[in-house]
């Protein structure tokens, strides 16, 4: 699965929901696909868009949170799996995009997923109540909607190939799209 | 020497006093009253960390989602936090209100305690973090205060320590 098409395959789905993304290649994808204002591209500070997530989400109940995770990043920050299944907001699903690889520095720098660490396993051990690991769109557009519809805090892994994308572009400066995000939230009821 | 009861009221207080409902918190012996507090109030959010780094993306989450927050830390833990403080606090301009016990200064018993207490100061100086000691019961409603006036106002983190004299009695 490309984690791009991955993206475009939950992108309907995104359009009302506050979307946390860690850096490089997710946050470029999910630009490429369209900018909103209630998308926050995390460009440094690898780990805690988990916790950013698990922030807004325990902050505002009343906002659908999503946060757009890779293996690398969940991989620096497994506490905060047990974190987030402890307080278990109904309001938060965590998609994890595990190409296997730290993929900002190439293909060769493989991470433990690639030697059997299995993340949706260790999410549901944590206590994570939801989880699963997808192959395909099909499989992973539904767990994504399962989730959503069920208000269940997800912890969903998407097996994905590790390419690059086209380019890394994103239009706004780190700071506008911070201050754009804050105002999102504000604005909605 | 137990840890002093009216002191973590008047600092739990003058959290609330300061609008404070989200407070991230990895206990040590210092902090238990603080994060006892917290834990059985219904109006708090308290958000039990596993590591203290993580409390930097929570405030982070709620500052832009519209709510006040506070982190309870030891010094160790804000060591441990240095690059969620300046990769996620500092780059995306975001208020931190931390309150860090500070472990290690004069009076320590504890040698595993004392390296960190060396470095504590010296660290907040290097990644301009501005911040005061709080000792005497009666600075901190007006300390806290203050401190989460100049975080609003330059977007950045500040800190407090909270010294022996004030969480010991």
């Given amino acids: 699965m490309l984690r791009l098409n991955a993206i475009k395959a939950i992108y ?3 359009k009302e929901c506050a979307v946390v993304t860690i850096m490089g290649a997710t ?8 900018h909103r204002p209630n998308f926050f591209y995390l460009e440094h500070a690898m780990g805690l868009a988990s916790s950013m997530g698990l922030g807004i989400a325990l902050s505002r109940p009343d906002l659908q949170v999503v946060v757009l995770d890779g293996d ?3 991989l620096m920050n497994l506490g905060g799996l047990t974190t987030m299944a402890r307080y278990r907001p109904s309001n938060l699903i965590h998609v994890v995009f595990d190409n296997e690889v730290l993929l900002s520095v190439g293909v ?3 991470t433990a997923t690639a030697e059997g660490a299995d993340l949706a396993g ?3 051990a944590a ?3 939801r989880t ?5 769109i099909d499989s992973f557009r539904d767990a994504f909607r399962d989730a959503l519809a069920a208000r269940e805090l997800a912890t969903l892994v998407a097996k994905v190939e590790p390419v690059l994308p086209p380019s890394f572009f994103i239009g706004c400066h780190m700071l506008e799209n911070r201050f754009e995000f804050q105002r999102a939230l504000e604005r909605e009821p | 020497m137990p840890v002093s009861t009216t002191n973590s009221k008047i600092i739990y207080d003058a959290l609330k006093a300061c609008g404070v409902r989200v407070v991230s918190a990895l206990p040590e012996t210092w902090l238990v009253h603080l994060v006892g507090l917290a834990d059985d109030d219904p109006e708090m959010t308290l958000v039990r960390l596993a590591k203290e780094e993580e409390g930097i993306g929570i405030s982070a989450g709620a500052h832009l989602a519209g709510v006040k927050s506070a982190l309870l830390m030891q010094n160790h833990g804000f060591l441990a936090s240095v690059n969620g403080i300046v990769s996620l606090a500092q780059l995306y301009r975001i208020p931190l209100l931390m309150l860090i016990s500070y472990r290690g200064t004069f009076g320590e018993e504890h040698p595993w305690q004392t390296e960190g207490g060396l470095v504590t100061e010296a660290v907040l100086s290097a990644l301009r973090i501005p911040y005061e000691r709080l000792d005497d019961p009666a600075e901190v409603l007006p300390k806290i205060r203050k401190a989460q006036t100049l975080a609003g106002a330059s977007l950045r983190p500040v800190a407090l320590l909270l010294g022996r004299d004030l969480m010991m009695e």
């Fill in chain 1, 72 to 74: 690398g990043s969940t």
């Fill in chain 1, 132 to 136: 699963a690991t997808c192959t395909d």
């Fill in chain 1, 122 to 124: 260790i999410a549901a």
């Fill in chain 1, 108 to 110: 060769s720098f493989k």
């Fill in chain 1, 27 to 34: 946050a470029a994808e999910l630009y490429a696909c369209g």
């Fill in chain 1, 127 to 129: 206590g994570i109540p």
């Fill in chain 1, 12 to 14: 309907p789905d995104l």
